[in-house]
């Protein structure tokens, strides 16, 4: 006899499950993005810019992402903030 519940590593995707995915690739960017360009600039001066400009960038860069997890929705699984296919 099979049991009624669903097995235990199932994900229930739902728009709510696609705005959590979305934000945390969104803010999980973002701090990559800052916390690279303020090394990269701080201590080897690579790109000769100021914290805020730093920090607008890595902004420019978290926005990419939020578009490209908008986008997803018409590439990939339409409660998936990825591109692939059953994600």
Do not use: C
Request: hydrophobic fraction near 45%; avoid cysteine.
């Amino acid at each position: 006899m099979t049991s009624p519940f669903p097995p235990a590593n199932i994900i229930v995707k739902t728009g709510k499950t696609y705005a959590k995915d979305v934000a945390e690739r969104t803010l999980w960017t973002f701090a990559a993005a800052t916390g690279g360009l303020l090394v990269a600039s701080g201590p080897a001066d690579m790109l000769h810019g100021s914290f805020w400009q730093s920090v607008g960038t890595a902004g420019l860069i978290a926005a990419g992402t939020f578009l490209k997890g908008l986008a997803a929705r018409v590439v990939g699984d339409p409660n998936s903030a990825s591109t692939a296919r059953g994600v």
